[in-house]
């Protein structure tokens, strides 16, 4: 079977919530899913970009700025893969080095000084692993994010709208909501790290998916995420507007009452959120709380 029809029948079979965690893995990673420009361009058309960590440079794997949303003036930021192969050579295929990072730290702050909320979207296989990111303190820039991420005392909320991979899609999610698209996947790392890790073979990738619980069902049953964001007609990529329309309004929906709350507050809560995750992993690393997964209409 050809490739475009095999994405066919997993469309027909998302439809009716018959799919394998490797199917998911495989539209999570569709050529044609919206990515983060798609929304912008969408939910802020006058958004400008900016660019920069005022230190090293700029990183274009990340897409950040601002742009007036719902008449609020909101700092947008997300991985962005790039679509021709050029464009994809340019954006290291969403993974982000040291820079990125600190760009998005620069701007959390800068939303912070104005009292903007901040909009994160995810979408990478991981931070960029090669040898100039290692140089550059890849693990240093990962691990500063997360730590300040709890310091921003503006509303954010995060969206998995593809892949949320390992250490490269937390330095984005310390968030006071996380939400995902129905078929999105976040994890540890990604299904080929996992089997390459566990049984040295990434050829038993699938498999490695199949007990890694990255689906979007398996992490809001573990509290990990908030709501689930049906995607229209089974998959993202079928059409990006009414995508667009439907995480635009779940994301709108759970930012409207953080903005009532007070930075203590949303701090506060923020911290408790991710120790409750920690405690989950910790007392129960394979299964966590057993709740019914909601989809959002």
Not at 270 to 292: C, M, N, W
């Amino acid at each position: 079977m050809g490739q475009p029809d095999r994405h066919q029948a997993i469309e027909e079979k998302s439809t009716r919530s018959l799919l394998s965690v490797w199917e998911v893995v495989e539209l999570a990673r569709h050529a044609n899913r919206p990515y983060s420009l798609d929304f912008l361009q969408r939910w802020a058309p006058d958004f400008v970009e900016l660019h920069g960590d005022r230190l090293t440079g700029d990183d274009p794997a990340l897409v950040a700025g601002v742009g007036t949303w719902h008449g609020r003036t909101v700092m947008f930021m997300g991985h962005q893969k790039g679509r021709s192969l050029a464009d994809r050579v340019s954006r290291n295929w969403g993974m982000m080095h040291p820079e990125g990072y600190r760009k998005a730290l620069r701007l959390a702050r800068q939303a912070a000084k104005f009292g903007f909320p901040i909009v994160t979207l995810i979408d990478t296989p991981g931070a960029y692993p090669g040898a100039s990111a290692e140089e550059r303190g890849i693990a240093s820039a990962i691990g500063t994010a997360i730590q300040e991420w709890f310091q921003i005392p503006v509303p954010v909320v995060c969206a998995v709208i593809g892949e949320g991979g390992s250490g490269g899609a937390l330095g984005l999610a310390v968030a006071d909501r996380v939400l995902m698209l129905e078929n999105a996947i976040y994890s540890v790392a990604s299904p080929e790290s996992a089997a390459s890790i566990v049984w040295r073979d990434n050829s038993l990738k699938v498999e490695a998916a199949e007990q890694l619980q990255i689906t979007s069902r398996d992490l809001i049953a573990m509290g990990v995420v908030e709501e689930i964001v049906p995607e229209p007609g089974g998959a993202a990529h079928s059409n990006h507007d009414a995508t667009a329309q439907v995480l635009g309004e779940a994301i709108w929906r759970n930012l409207e009452p953080l903005l009532k709350q007070r930075p203590g507050d949303l701090l506060q809560h923020r911290y408790e959120r991710f120790r409750y995750i920690d405690s989950l992993v910790t007392a129960h690393p394979q299964f966590g709380p057993k709740v019914e997964p909601r989809l959002v209409s």
